[in-house]
């Protein structure tokens, strides 16, 4: 963090990094009045936890994210969301589900099983993403 920039300003880059900018973009232009704590709260925890990218990396933040929102079930929207930051931080497809294989074996088989459909569904979405240059 540069000496200029407030918890929130990093939270909002490293939100953006992860996401990408379109993707916080539309969140925003949701309801923006509504949306302003929810924002608050986000740019200050990114800002707080993935803003420390001297004992994790980024690229390793994104995988755990990943893994804890999968064994921990019914956060559908998150789990896209940080299948789809893991993708943006250089993980390959097959090292996301290796790593989702886990969660079959410490969280259970329905929770696993669901967390790769999932992930399966991120990746065709991606590649829609990918090839029309988005």
Known sequence: MSTTETLAERGNRMRREVHGDGRI????AVAPELIEVFEQLADNGYG???GRTEELSLKLRCLVTMSIISALGG?????RAHVRGALRAGWRREEL???L???VLYA???RGQHAMYVALEVFEAYDAELAEGR
Do not use: F, N, Q, Y
């Not at 973009?25 to 925003?28: E, H, L, N, P, R």
């Open 48 to 50: 707080a936890v993935w």
């Open 101 to 103: 294989s886990h969660t």
């Open 97 to 99: 589900l290796e790593a």
């Open 108 to 110: 259970g088989a329905p």
């Open 75 to 79: 956060a559908d929207t998150e789990l």
């Open 25 to 28: 973009d539309a969140m925003s």
